[in-house]
């Protein structure tokens, strides 16, 4: 059986990440809140033991709503680029 491939497109905001882009482009499905996070964690790091990077793909709303989360430094602009 052939991999899967996918496309992987830099979005211009982390905001675009929330909105559907079509057929085999992924989105965030739901940004966790805080207390939430805590054994949703625990799941992404126990398959990241197993699975390696590969986890990140299916927990990508739990790593997404730790970023989503953080506050900006004072001084940092809102987004990279």
Excluded: C, W
């Excluded at 927990?59 to 987004?79: K, M, N, W």
């Amino acid at each position: 059986m052939a991999p899967q491939m996918y496309e992987f497109h830099l979005p211009l905001s982390p905001e675009e990440l929330l909105k559907s882009g079509g057929v085999n482009q992924y989105v965030v499905q739901e940004v966790l809140s805080i207390k939430h996070l805590p054994p949703q964690l625990r799941a992404f790091q126990a398959a990241f033991r197993a699975q390696g990077p590969l986890a990140m793909l299916e927990h990508f709303d739990t790593i997404y709503s730790i970023l989503h989360g953080v506050p900006p430094l004072p001084g940092a602009s809102s987004y990279p680029g």
